[in-house]
């Protein structure tokens, strides 16, 4: 706009920036910095802020189980669900990609989960999970496998992975609508060289379609894994963290420290949220500088 | 195999999976329209009569019209202001060279992936000492913040791909830069903008996090922490509860009715690449 | 090497209501290097992709060496084909673009490595064979394309207008090069264009194609000289043939441009005689037209003179009409605009079209 000889004009920049400047600085920037301000202290009502130190840190990374625990739960869904979500969706973008009859229909239909709040999801998922009457156990009743009922939500064993399977339910249809664009956006002459080149259908998966969407299919798995670290909605409406800390994860255990357990200091809390951030945060350069492909595929 | 047989295959496991993600919601649906003693009796039966008086009953007798309109309150007071105040940023970190203007859009992207739970105690504390606690004004102020990451990344990847010339030639036309933005940014990047209007509108529609900490009154709460409360509330009335699931839905459902197209793109695009 | 066969092939796609190519039918001869030129959507490049496998034939026969492909699938036709966006594997090295077909049809390693060094030296791809398509230019791009057809060793080698997307002067050299190749190899060659200095100079025999339809076929310089109708005389040459609107006289002897009469004789004459009606359009190259008196001349007004250097193109109008035509003049013209210059028809080299048919009488 202008070229580099002028001079910007700061008037009307100040002007555009300034609003969300000051709602990201009061509302973003200066909370996350007074979080970790708050991990530093002990944070009371009605009581000036007490200067801790790392003593926050210290107990929460060396003699807190549960924080732990949380960890591992959340780190098995963030791992485990892309895995399922992005895999399953390959495969129903690659049905779709066939030019099946109905391909629009069904891409309405399977990316509906995803506008859904996490509370109605979690609520009908409470239902189908139900032990007497839910449509998993009945489902299972119906085809004979009575054995295979389960209490799914209410089984330390089974809460974890029934959650997985609900996020991999809502999320599947989301990456085969993002799959199915950049199977549409392959070079057909490429694809045709390869038909030339003696490839059946399956040839042509493995060795030109799959290399060739293989950064968009990196891209979901980081943002499948960004999205589960995050979780709160669905485990707070499901099973609350429970059944015994089966299903507890980092954001729900700061909820309770924070708003619930009657501790009242807020310090502590804080200091989980600063921990995790961190370890967000690097998970996700790390990820990306890993996956990041060393080849520009232009074509 | 034949072709056809596979082809036949592939439509079963296809129509299977849609049965799958569709399932829940229409079961959902028709227990929205059944009573709970017809539910009790047999869960999966159809609404035969479809009961369409629940629907009033919710909205009247349970509270849901407050939550609903609170829902709606909330949304559209922040998407607007959302929209205006993120253009106008994207507009002038696209358009204008100046020192730290990456910078500050780095800032600003980067939160795009921060955790909720970074920001939420401190906000917590920001909002009670400011009065703002349990208060919808408050709550709207946090979810203009908590999009607008996200609403100048996808606006300012687009205005950027508007021609210079046409900026150019607008100065040449004597127009001052705020005119610029009013007449030109804003008219070409009506598509950009009807995506976030329509992207943000959905995801604040939904959010639950932010509202269960930061609103306490049953006055004031929002649409998902009505159900909630609902749910802890009265556990068994399945019936009740299926009824308020769907008027949570149908905004979302009518949106996706006529937007449909432009909600998947919008909310793909930054996936494809 | 083998023989080509088109025999009323069409195509028909069955979400339009029109025919997008029909009836075409010609041979290509061992070894032939056989040009479909035509302008963008005339169905030179669906015909292409029939013979390739990769559109359904609707009507007609292929025919490879005597054998009928139409239902054969693409990769089971020996052929290989040049794509015009080269269609290069873009996360394989030029060794392994130019080795993948060959892996997939189980050739043993021993042969496959020494196929692909072959035509690697042949087209100057040695020093490339280990960088990706993203680190080579358009040439190298194409040569690579090129190559991974000649590794194959089809019994057909088609070309999708394979110079279209490289710069003026790498195109020159390019053309040379695929006709040394063609007559190294002695392949079958079918080659897609809309470019004519292409077809002419490479091209043994030329199809001419037109909305769908085979408008001429023969060699270059025939159809250059006689072409079979008005789209086909106005598509090769450039400047295009002059077509001037005329009158047959009542004995069909004479010809009237505007107020001018040409006595016609030989050839033309005859033409003349057979001539449907006495509308006809009178055709006749820009560079069969001099300056000066002769057999057969016309007076007309000068509109532009336009000096090339090596030749000058001179725009003028017959009088008596507003029609106009083009002459080329080797080095300079004398004349000058609204100024009335005397030119010189070679009869011998003119045409005579029905207007109605656009076809050569």
């Given at each position: 706009m202008n070229r580099n000889t002028e001079r910007p004009p700061w008037a009307s920049i100040i002007v555009f920036l300034l609003p969300a400047l000051v709602i990201y600085t009061a509302l973003t920037a200066y909370p996350v910095v007074r979080t970790f301000w708050n991990s530093l202290h002990k944070v009371l009502p009605n009581r000036p802020d007490e200067f801790v130190g790392l003593a926050n840190y210290a107990t929460l990374l060396f003699t807190d189980d549960i924080f732990w625990r949380s960890v591992r739960n959340t780190l098995v869904w963030s791992v485990a669900s892309p895995l399922f979500e992005v895999g399953m969706a390959l495969l129903l973008a690659l049905a779709l990609y066939a030019k099946v009859p109905g391909a629009r229909f069904f891409r309405i239909a399977w990316f509906t989960?995803?506008?859904?709040?996490y509370v109605v999801v979690g609520i009908l998922w409470v239902w189908i999970y139900n032990?007497?009457?839910?449509a998993a156990n009945a489902s299972l009743r119906f085809l004979g496998?009575?054995?295979?009922?389960?209490a799914w939500l209410g089984n330390p064993q089974t809460a974890l992975p029934a959650l997985i399977f609900i996020t991999s339910w809502m999320w599947t249809g989301f990456n085969m609508v993002v799959l199915l664009a950049a199977l549409h956006s392959l070079p057909s002459e490429v694809i045709e060289a390869a038909e030339l080149d003696n490839c059946g259908w399956s040839a042509k998966l493995w060795h030109v379609i799959i290399p060739l969407i293989k950064p968009t299919l990196l891209n979901l798995l980081v943002l499948s894994f960004i999205g589960k670290m995050k979780i709160f909605d669905l485990v707070w409406i499901t099973t609350k963290g429970g059944p015994l800390w089966s299903t507890e994860t980092v954001s729900t255990y700061l909820y309770k420290r924070a708003f619930?357990?009657?501790?009242?200091?807020l310090g502590y809390p804080s200091t989980i949220a600063a921990v995790w951030f961190v370890i967000i945060m690097s998970c996700v350069l790390g990820l990306t500088r890993l996956l990041r492909s060393r080849d520009r595929l232009e074509y | 195999m034949p072709a056809i047989l596979t082809r036949a295959i592939v439509m079963l496991l296809l129509t299977g999976y849609t049965a799958f993600a569709a399932g829940p919601f229409v079961w959902a649906a028709m227990m929205s329209l059944r009573t709970t003693t017809e539910i009790s009796r047999?869960?999966?039966?159809?609404?035969?009569?479809?009961?369409?008086?629940k629907f009033g009953q919710a909205w009247f007798n349970s509270n849901y019209s407050v939550y609903f309109t609170n829902s709606a309150y909330v949304v559209v007071t922040a998407v607007l202001v959302l929209t205006i105040v993120g253009a106008m940023a994207a507009h002038c970190l696209s358009r204008y060279r100046f020192r730290g203007n990456r910078f500050i859009y780095f800032l600003i992207f980067s939160?795009?992936?921060?955790?909720?739970q970074i920001t939420i105690i401190a906000l917590f504390q920001t909002l009670v000492t400011y009065g703002l606690y349990n208060n919808l004004a408050g709550l709207t102020l946090v979810y203009i913040a908590l999009q607008l990451p996200l609403t100048v990344y996808i606006l300012e990847s687009f205005f950027a791909r508007i021609p210079s010339d046409l900026f150019d030639a607008a100065r040449m036309d004597g127009y001052s830069e705020w005119a610029i933005f009013w007449k030109v940014s804003l008219p070409i990047a009506l598509p950009a903008l009807a995506t976030t209007v329509i992207l943000n509108t959905i995801l604040l529609w939904n959010e639950f996090l932010y509202a269960v900490v930061l609103i306490t009154d049953e006055a004031k709460r929002t649409l998902p922490l009505g159900i909630q409360r609902f749910m802890g509330d009265q556990l068994e009335d399945v019936g009740m509860i299926a009824t308020g699931l769907m008027i949570a839905i149908i905004p979302i459902v009518l949106i996706y009715a006529f937007f449909s197209e432009k909600l998947i793109q919008g909310m793909t695009a930054g996936a494809v690449k | 090497m083998a023989t080509l066969t088109l025999d009323r092939l069409s195509k028909r796609y069955?979400?339009?209501?029109?025919?997008?190519?029909?009836d075409v039918s010609f041979t290509v001869a061992d070894g032939e290097f056989m040009v479909l030129l035509g302008p963008s959507g005339c169905g030179k490049s669906t015909t292409l992709r029939m013979v390739a496998g990769l559109e359904s034939i609707t009507s007609g026969t292929l025919l490879i060496d005597g054998a009928r492909?139409?239902?054969?699938?693409a990769k089971d036709r020996d052929i290989a084909m040049v794509f015009q966006s080269y269609a290069?594997?873009?996360?394989?090295?030029v060794y392994d673009n130019l080795a993948f077909g060959l892996r997939r049809r189980s050739m043993p390693g021993s042969e496959i490595a020494r196929r692909v060094r072959d035509t690697a030296t042949t087209l100057g791809l040695d020093p490339l064979?280990?960088?990706?398509?993203?680190?080579?230019?358009g040439g190298q791009r194409q040569r690579v394309a090129l190559g991974r057809a000649i590794v194959r060793d089809p019994k057909v080698f088609l070309f999708d207008e394979?110079?279209?997307?490289?710069?003026a002067a790498l195109r020159v050299g390019m053309r040379g090069e695929l006709s040394a190749l063609h007559r190294r190899l002695s392949a079958t060659m079918l080659y897609v264009t809309h470019d004519q200095v292409e077809a002419m100079t490479m091209g043994d025999r030329i199809c001419i194609m037109q909305g769908g339809n085979v408008a001429q076929i023969g060699a270059p310089l025939d159809v250059y000289a006689a072409p079979a109708n008005t789209f086909v005389a106005t598509f090769l040459g450039s400047p295009a043939m002059n077509l001037l609107p005329a009158t047959l006289g009542p004995n069909r002897d004479v010809l009237h441009i505007g107020t001018q009469a040409l006595q016609l004789s030989g050839a033309l004459a005859d033409a003349a005689v057979r001539a449907?009606?006495?509308?006809v359009l009178f055709g006749i190259r820009p560079e069969d037209i001099h300056s000066g008196s002769g057999y057969a001349t016309l007076r007309a007004c000068v509109l532009d003179v336009e000096p090339l250097g090596a030749e000058t193109i001179v725009r003028l109008a017959p009088e008596g009409t507003s029609a106009e035509m083009l002459m080329r003049v080797p080095r300079t013209f004398s004349g000058r605009p609204d100024e009335i210059a005397t030119i010189t028809i070679d009869l011998a080299a003119s045409h005579l079209f029905d207007p109605a048919s656009t076809r050569r009488i």
């Open positions: 989960p995803v506008l859904m709040s032990y007497d009457w839910g496998l009575d054995s295979l009922t389960r619930e357990w009657s501790t009242f200091d | 047999n869960h999966f039966g159809l609404p035969f009569p479809p009961h369409w008086e939160a795009i992936i921060f955790p909720p | 069955t979400s339009a209501q029109e025919v997008a190519v029909t492909m139409n239902d054969r699938p290069l594997y873009p996360h394989m090295t064979l280990q960088r990706k398509p993203h680190a080579l230019s394979p110079l279209s997307n490289l710069d449907p009606s006495n509308d």
